[in-house]
């Protein structure tokens, strides 16, 4: 089924055929009225140059003036074998097809309502037979039956026609031209660009990117420049500037060599306050019962962190190498990474 983007927004067209597979553009006057256009020549040729093939409205009151604006438009530089004339179903229509047909030139009789018409146009040698299924359906008819019909009539008749299925209002269309084996679809860009939005398919992919995290980086790639330490004599209120200038909830505490003795957290600052009250204030780290803190190294893969995380019921744990702290890791840098 060919792909075609329907639109006359130069930046979203711009930006759909970077996606390399779109077959052609679908454009009409009244989409470049809508975006300010006032220059339809100018518009048409430059977008005849941005995309593979361009299917462009041909109107006249009589077959001959359908024909000449045709050959006008070809003459502003179109290639002939990159555009398709869109002309309104009607019998002036199809004797304007046959003529363009016998030229060699690709129509696309489009405003089909009903299998007359789409029969007349097939008859007449349309490239395509365009039907609005949205727009039918805002009307109260059963559009998605006459795509299966003028399919059906193109496969038992032979014919050298595609049966179009436009006027895309939601996803679901797609899969009804799918099913119903349209040759081609134009869809509006706000859809397409949807199209493989799927809630199952994000979490499964962000699975996959929280593993492959895991399983390949490294402790030392998340932590950075934080490394919030006090020494032994330090007090209390250095570890709270500390803590406040890393924004962590914890500071390494070390000797003079910079070797690890402990951890101060602000869940210590908070249960010293209700034991100690204001003497707290006073009271340097020696003052405090410190045991050694959970550590990983800097070249641990992520995946031990996760699992300290979750077996500890922690917030901070402190990076180490050759014994030495040289950063943190917060809780928090891993749910920012949606590892955890």
Known sequence: MELYLDSADINEIEEAFKLGFIDGLTTTPTFMHRHGITDIDGAIVKLSKMVPVLMIEALGDTAEEIVAEAK?????????????????????????????????????????????????????????????????????????????????????????????????????????????????????????????????????TQQFVNHTRQMTMKVGEIVGSKNPTIGLDAKVTDATVEMSKFGTGAVSVVDTEGNLKGIFTDGDLRRHMNIDGEKILTMTMKDFEMKMPITVDIDDKLHTAVGVFKEKQIDNIIAVSNGKPVGMVDVQDLVKLEIL
């Not at 398709?84 to 019998?91: N, T």
Request: hydrophobic fraction near 45%; charge should be positive; include cysteine.
């Open 72 to 204: 006008r438009l070809l003459a502003l530089g179109l290639d002939k074998k990159k555009t398709v004339f869109k002309i309104p179903a009607s019998l002036i229509a199809a004797e304007a097809c046959k003529m363009l047909r016998d030229e060699d030139m690709m129509v696309n009789i489009h405003l089909v309502y009903n299998i007359q018409q789409a029969y007349m146009a097939m008859a007449a040698g349309a490239t395509y037979v365009c039907v609005l299924v949205g727009r039918m359906q805002d009307q109260g008819y059963d559009a998605l039956k006459l795509v299966d019909d003028c399919v059906k009539l193109v496969d038992k008749y032979n014919y050298n026609t595609k049966i179009m299925f436009s006027s895309v209002r939601y996803p679901e269309h797609i899969k009804n031209a799918i099913e119903l084996g349209a040759q081609n679809i134009t869809i509006p860009w706000k859809i397409m660009k949807n199209l493989n939005n799927n809630n199952f398919t994000e979490v499964g």
